[in-house]
């Protein structure tokens, strides 16, 4: 299985970036989506979550209160993650994630996983 996440980047608190990660070697339509992301000395964390139909998604609204969109594109194999309204606390390493039938919110129950994007957001 590789996930490959793009989209990262530096950004101006109040700006927006859209996250993408491309999935093989795995049947993209029976595998949920995650997209966690860590900052420096923090625990990884869930940001949002779908399933594999898209008709069911999850989102941390301590984290994302309204401001990000998770999506997915079965046909293309790849999952996107919408981020507007930035802030300075939204800087952390941006992961993808697929685990097998439905959504859940803890990092342990995804066993695979991509090499992370690296969101950082300017005051």
């Known amino acids: 299985v590789q996930l490959q996440a793009s989209g990262g980047g530096l950004v101006q608190a109040g700006g927006s970036l859209s996250l993408s990660c491309a999935a093989s070697?795995?049947?993209?339509?029976?595998?949920?989506m995650g997209w966690f992301r860590q900052a420096p000395g923090k625990e990884r964390e869930i940001v949002a979550a779908?399933?594999?139909?898209?008709?069911?998604?999850?989102y941390a609204d301590s984290v994302v209160k309204g401001r990000f969109t998770i999506s997915r594109d079965n046909a293309k194999n790849t999952v996107y993650l919408q981020m507007n309204s930035l802030k300075p606390e939204d800087t952390a390493v941006h992961y993808c994630?697929?685990?097998?039938?439905?959504?859940?919110?803890?990092?342990?129950?995804?066993?695979?996983w991509g090499q992370g994007t690296l969101v950082t957001v300017s005051s």
């Open positions: 070697g795995l049947t993209f339509g029976n595998v949920a």
């Open positions: 994630a697929a685990r097998q039938l439905v959504i859940t919110t803890a990092p342990v129950d995804y066993p695979d």
């Open positions: 779908i399933s594999w139909s898209g008709g069911t998604t999850y």
